[in-house]
């Protein structure tokens, strides 16, 4: 009898070990497109991820470099005074976004050049957010806001 109860209590105990596991495998395989990794141009510029790698650029918009196309199709390149790298946007921009100002875009690096899918602009006038701050600092070019 007690070899019985000990035989399902170790059943019980595996088949609650599998569940664990294949639930964590799971929940992962779910969750890896949807973490983007944040990169600077100079990061992207010293170790250009794979074409099929999904990530988030950030940084200053040139100046001069915003160039509207055929349609919706919009070039600019993105900077964090130390490196610059071109994007390519197909779509409709954010009503703030514009030159020397700090964007955050979500794509792919393809062949030297950013393919943006998502553009994101500051929301105010002294708003730039966390990512592209500490990207700026590190290559010295952040100036604080004017109050």
């Known amino acids: 009898m007690k070899s019985l109860k000990k035989q399902r209590r170790i059943q019980l105990v595996s088949v609650a070990i599998v569940a664990l596991v294949l639930s964590t495998a799971l929940i992962g395989y779910a969750l890896r497109d949807g973490i983007n990794y944040f990169r600077a141009p100079s990061q992207v510029m010293a ?4 074409p099929t790698e999904v990530f988030r650029i950030g940084g200053l918009v040139e100046e001069g470099s915003l160039k509207r196309g055929e349609g919706e199709i919009i070039r600019f390149s993105v900077t964090d005074g130390g490196a610059t790298v071109p994007v390519v946007f197909t779509g409709v921009l954010p009503d703030l976004f514009e ?19 998502e553009i994101l602009a500051k929301h105010d006038e002294n708003y730039m957010p966390k990512e592209v701050v500490d990207a700026l600092k590190e290559q010295g070019v952040y100036k604080e806001p004017e109050s």
């Open 47 to 50: 170790e250009p991820p794979q």
């Open 99 to 117: 030159e020397n100002q700090g964007m955050v875009g979500t794509g792919r690096y393809v062949n030297g050049v950013f393919e943006a899918s």
